[in-house]
């Protein structure tokens, strides 16, 4: 396995969350994804869904069941929510915003969420 889709615990703040060396607020994970909340939320709900396999972005997954299980994990974390409206939001690249460099899904809910997105 290469180095940037390994568990590059030193360098990457989430898998230091992921491994326990860092702190956050957990909501749930099971053996492939961990839930936490945003330090900076942007909506009350806001939730990131993030592998415990580090994968750099969003076209950097090896196989596309990955995803999947991804949305699904995310799907289940906002019905604990009880969020019947959210919205799921990965960023990219930095023009489109992404700022860590492991792969997450934004969970955001809990109020009303304007479209087209700044
Ligand atoms: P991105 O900009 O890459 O799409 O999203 C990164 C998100 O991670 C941002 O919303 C940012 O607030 C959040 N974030 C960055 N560092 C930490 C941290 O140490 N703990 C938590 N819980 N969230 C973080
Ligand atoms: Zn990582």
New binding site residues.
Partial sequence: MNESISNCDNHC?FCK?ISGK?P??RVSEDDEYLA?????P?APVHI?VIPKLHLPGVSEFEEPAQLGRLFQAASKVAASEKLSSFRLVI?KGADA????YHL?I?LLGGRQLSWPPG
């Avoid at 915003?97 to 860590?100: I, S």
Wanted: proline residues 0%.
């Fill in positions: 703040i969350i860092l956050a607020s936490i909340r945003d330090v900076n942007q990131l960023n915003g992404q700022t860590v997450h934004h």
